[in-house]
């Protein structure tokens, strides 16, 4: 059977965020466009009142506030779509378990160790599913840790930490990548997200003069600014 590709083989594809990372360049070159907009008039114009030079800061406000909304729609856009790319792999991740190698072990496994686990105690079903994790056994640690949980409804001490370790390292090579793939996606949205909070009063410090209200903020590096990197 050549159809099977060992787990260990299988990683997941990095997910594209080259258009995401377009949109962000300009979403600052925006900001930086509305402030050379905004000297021009003050050079041109003067900076006392006039009715011309109100005229004009008002239509720049209007077309810098209309040129952000639509690029942050497209970037919201964008990081949606790249979630259900991130999504869907990680659902290929756990086909791919389930097909594999560590699937047919989880399921030997799970069966071996159900009726087991009524005559072990939970340090020792702590030592077995640490001895897995660490000798890389993601079925059989799966297994373990989902009768622990069955049979041990509030566990504590050396089990409590062997599960909480099982459930950071209990996945195959594909699964892990998927993981981390999707948390980073997710976490940049959500940092763009906090980003986007402070739209109003950035373009309102341009319009202004100012430029240090947020300056930066929607760059690729400080969006996709996690840990560990993207």
Known sequence: MTWLVPDTQRRAKAIDTTPIRSLLAALEDTYSA???ARQKIDSDLGSAYSPP??????????????AIADLQAQIKGQFAA?????DQQRADARRDFSTGADGRLYRESLAAYAALAG???????????DDALASGL??????????????????????LVALNNADTLAKTPYEADADRGYDQIDAAAQRFGVFSLTTDSRLASTLNGRTDQGAGNFSAENVFAAEGGE
């Open 34 to 36: 509305t402030t050379a």
């Open 53 to 66: 030079r109100e005229q004009a800061i008002l239509n720049l406000t209007r077309q810098s506030y209309a």
């Open 82 to 86: 790249a979630k259900v790319a991130a």
């Open 119 to 129: 005559r072990m105690t939970p340090d020792q079903l702590a030592q077995r599913l």
């Open 138 to 159: 993601v079925g059989e640690a799966r297994a373990l840790a989902d009768v622990a949980r069955t049979t041990h409804e509030a566990p504590s001490g050396a089990l």
